[in-house]
């Protein structure tokens, strides 16, 4: 222990001294004036729930403002996390993303684990719109800016932001002129088809007192998977996003301000962006020339996904008194998601297992289709009422409630057709209808899963500036409530029903934060804050699917562990804000030191997943942002991040010994690469009057990441039980089978741009993203823990686009 600690010790003294050291050498850049306070290249952000420029918050923040999204070709959250240090994005599918921050991160979060909360809050403006794996995929047009506030955000922004904080932040309405954009575009990706979108925004006031602001885009995806099998097609993983915002700002009288707004999108893709490199039906196992073709999958049934989001909220806002401001917020979320997927190689492994041939099974029930549907339905609302401090006074505050109902519905189906009649010929007639409870018939596995959850929580935060020191200090007392209902049916299944299953928390989460201005260019920031998420109760094992069973290795190892505790964090950092003549530098280190971390762990061969608490993990790194116009017209920026993370205890198993999935001592944490970075140049210049040219060009670099703790153990990647199935001659078998190494490499992205602009607002711009045609390998897939499927999840390759638009 007194080792552990005195590491630890020498580990924040060294980040502190780095910092301490940029802070000393960073004047040497001194060029120019810095640019004042209020200048026109000023961010204004609201991370700490009031107005302040950027260099002026005293915490890490990252912000893309709308041209630097335009100018790094961003459509995403993915785009946008390889340009902002120390945030990653795991990319599951369009609308299917997870986010981590400064390395703290439990691994992949799959679609049937509704249980498992977020580890970074996700809001759009003032509503949180965060949800495990499913955090909607916005599109970006017509934003101001997207915030990443690095590091716990218990304090102001509560449950889910135990790593950090991203904010979509829109363009508001306005009551003094009328204003808009028209945006039309069209690209085509490389071995994929063409892809194209139409979008466009409005500002209408309405007299002097009222303001409208809409916003409408459609734009289709371009696929670039292809399909061999029963369902092949070229392309399948194509789709579309359509959706809109609506808000009105009414000012009845000076000092207030009413804002409701109502926002829908709809996301539907007719595939995934996954690369099989092993399939039950085809692999090398059966033939050696049977090798998957890049960018290629097998499929029995064709696939899909769609997201229908519908948001509606209202922003109230009143000078209640002198320097006071009262603000509420209402927020109503309604979401339903389908994913449906391919799932024969799931049931047909399950068909042709030692345990279901030793029952009988007929092995032809192998090649019978077989489609998983997994649906979610969403009921959130949500009202947070503060007060806080304005004007410019030595003295801020900010205190406030919030209340939160989530009413969510995870139901998953698997039909296929005909398999009841295989399940009473081995086990006897009726003995599917038996196991169904209550679930349709020719459904193998059954469940649903509907959660309540409830939330209250009061916060305040305050701060006091005494000549060049800033004193921060706050907290967030919060309490849940949560209840679900677990009934599970189907051979596959344990015909389980659970009802009433409870989990509730409470408890306070703090945050200090010291400034100190060593001159008008250069502040040093201190802080101690702390994060936690909500824990969870864990999915029975599905004991039919195990090896062996109840009594097997599987069901022994990954059995008895009903629930997961809360987690919980404690973030260390030291940071430097700095402007030095036309040099922007923002340096922070940290350390994150986590206990009860949950990790999701794939449990073997059956078929389903189980959290775990690690009780001691750890991250550090240091986050670096510069920017500097050089030139006259040139502009450069570069970002960077090193993050270390590690377990510093293990998870073992009923014999001491066993380490299960990887949660190692010394483990990498999941998902997370060490090094990050990008670097973007910018250059602009007058052609002739009321015409100029700019061209950017961007560097990224994501480095290698593991997609689950396990996947760094010895001897990860390679099969002895791989099943395969040739449907040509009808025959099956098991076979070794050598994946390789499961670490994701490293990836490199260049994108270009260039365009022309006037000054009546056209402009037209041709880019490429992607330049050389990487395939980015985003995480790994796979089915009954690889043996039965295996691939990855991965990037869009080379886009070559066009965009016109014409603001007004």
């Known amino acids: 222990m007194r080792s552990t600690i005195s590491r630890t010790i020498r580990t924040r003294h060294v980040l502190l001294a780095g910092i301490a050291g940029m802070a000393v050498t960073a004047p040497a850049f001194a060029q120019d004036a810095a640019p004042q306070e209020g200048s026109s290249n000023e961010i204004i952000v609201t991370a700490t729930k009031r107005n302040e420029t950027i260099q002026n918050v005293p915490f890490s923040i990252a912000a893309l403002t709308a041209a630097d999204i335009q100018k790094t070709g961003s459509t995403s959250l993915e785009d946008v996390s390889r340009n902002v240090a120390g945030l990653t994005v795991q990319n599951l599918g369009p609308g299917q993303s997870q986010v981590s921050v400064r390395g703290v991160s439990a691994g992949q979060i799959v679609r049937d684990q509704p249980g498992v909360k977020e580890q970074v809050g996700v809001y759009l403006d003032e509503s949180v719109i965060s949800l495990s794996l499913f955090t909607p995929d916005f599109d970006l047009f017509d934003l101001n800016r997207v915030e990443t506030l690095r590091g716990p955000q218990g304090t102001l922004f509560g449950s889910g932001s135990v790593g950090g904080t991203v904010r979509y932040i829109t363009n508001q309405p306005r009551l003094e002129k009328t204003e808009g954009t028209i945006e039309v575009g069209a690209n085509v990706l490389a071995g994929g088809d063409w892809g194209y979108n139409a979008k466009g925004a409005i500002n209408l006031p309405v007299g002097d007192k009222i303001a409208i602001r809409a916003v409408g885009y459609g734009?289709?995806?371009?696929?670039?998977?292809n399909a061999i099998g029963p369902a092949a097609g070229k392309n399948i993983n194509d789709g579309e996003r359509y959706g809109g915002r609506l808000s009105v700002l009414i000012q009845p009288v000076e000092g207030l301000r009413l804002t409701p707004r109502i926002v829908y999108q709809?996301?539907?893709?007719?595939?995934?962006?996954?690369?099989?490199?092993y399939n039950l039906y085809y692999n090398t196992l059966i033939n050696a020339a049977d090798v998957m073709p890049e960018r290629t999958q097998y499929l029995k049934l064709r696939e899909g996904f769609r997201d229908k989001t519908t948001l509606a909220d209202l922003t109230l806002e009143a000078d209640f008194a002198p320097s006071v401001m009262l603000t509420t917020v209402t927020s109503y979320v309604n979401r339903d998601i389908l994913v449906s997927r391919d799932a024969s190689a799931l049931s047909g492994s399950v068909s042709v297992s030692p345990f279901a041939i030793a029952l009988g099974m007929n092995p032809a029930a192998i090649n019978l289709p077989s489609n998983l549907h997994d649906t979610t339905k969403l009921r959130q609302w949500a009202q947070e009422v503060r007060l806080s401090s304005t004007g410019k006074a030595a003295f801020q505050w900010v205190v406030g409630g919030f209340y939160s109902f989530v009413d969510r519905k995870y139901e998953q189906r698997l039909p296929t057709p005909g398999y009841d009649a295989y399940v009473d010929a081995a086990l006897g007639a009726g003995v599917s209808a038996a196991v169904a409870n209550g679930f349709p018939a020719n459904s193998p596995y059954n469940a649903d899963l509907p959660y309540k959850i409830e939330q209250f929580a009061a916060f305040g935060e305050a701060s006091y500036k005494t000549g060049p020191i800033k004193l921060t200090a706050g907290g967030r007392y919060y309490s849940?409530?949560?209840?679900?209902?677990?009934i599970s049916g189907g051979i596959f299944s344990n015909s389980d029903t659970y009802r009433g299953d409870k989990t509730k928390s409470h408890g306070f989460s703090p945050r200090f934060i010291a400034s100190y201005d060593v001159n008008n260019d250069v502040t040093l920031n201190l802080q101690a804050s702390k994060g936690f998420r909500l824990g969870g109760v864990n999915d029975p094992l599905n004991i039919p699917l195990c090896s062996g069973g109840a009594t097997g290795v599987d069901a022994q190892t990954f059995g008895n562990h009903p629930s997961y505790k809360d987690e919980t964090l404690w973030n260390y950092e030291g940071g430097m804000k700095a402007r030095f003549g036309g040099i922007t530098?923002?340096?922070?280190?940290?350390?994150?030191?986590?206990?009860?971390?949950?990790?999701?762990?794939?449990?073997?061969?059956?078929?389903?997943?189980?959290?775990?608490?690690?009780?001691?993990?750890?991250?550090?790194g240091i986050e670096v942002e510069i920017s500097t116009r050089p030139l006259s017209g040139f502009e450069l920026s570069l970002n960077g991040s090193y993050i270390n993370s590690k377990f510093d205890?293990?998870?073992?198993?009923?014999?001491?010994?066993t380490v299960i999935?990887?949660?190692?001592?010394?483990?990498?944490?999941?998902?997370?690469?060490?090094?990050q970075m990008a670097a973007t140049v910018g250059y602009t210049a007058k052609l002739s009057d009321g015409l100029d040219w700019t061209t950017t060009a961007s560097f990224q670099h994501v480095g290698n990441r593991y997609t689950q703790p396990g996947d760094q153990e010895p001897g990860s990647g390679s099969f002895t039980g791989s099943i395969w199935y040739n449907p040509a001659t009808n025959t099956y078998g098991t076979g070794a089978y050598n994946f390789g190494s499961y670490l994701l490499p490293s990836y490199n992205l260049v994108n270009l741009s260039t365009g022309v602009k006037w000054d009546n607002g056209l402009s037209a711009t041709l880019y490429v993203t992607n330049l050389f045609d990487e395939t980015p390998l985003m995480s790994l897939d796979r089915e009954r823990g690889g043996r039965a499927r295996i691939g990855y999840n991965i990037g869009n390759p080379r886009k070559i686009g066009v965009t016109l638009r014409k603001d007004f």
């Not at 709809?266 to 490199?277: A, C, Q, S, V, Y």
């Not at 923002?586 to 949950?598: E, T, V």
Request: aromatic share 10%.
């Open 649 to 657: 205890s293990s998870v073992v198993a009923a014999d001491n010994v």
């Open 219 to 225: 734009e289709h995806f371009a696929g670039f998977i």
């Open 480 to 486: 849940f409530n949560e209840r679900r209902d677990f």
């Open 585 to 620: 530098v923002n340096a922070s280190a940290f350390y994150n030191d986590i206990k009860n971390l949950q990790v999701t762990a794939d449990a073997g061969s059956c078929s389903s997943r189980v959290v775990f608490n690690v009780p001691k993990a750890h991250s550090e």
């Open 661 to 675: 999935a990887g949660m190692r001592k010394g483990n990498r944490l999941p998902t997370v690469p060490k090094f």
């Open 266 to 277: 709809d996301i539907k893709t007719n595939g995934f962006n996954r690369e099989e490199k």
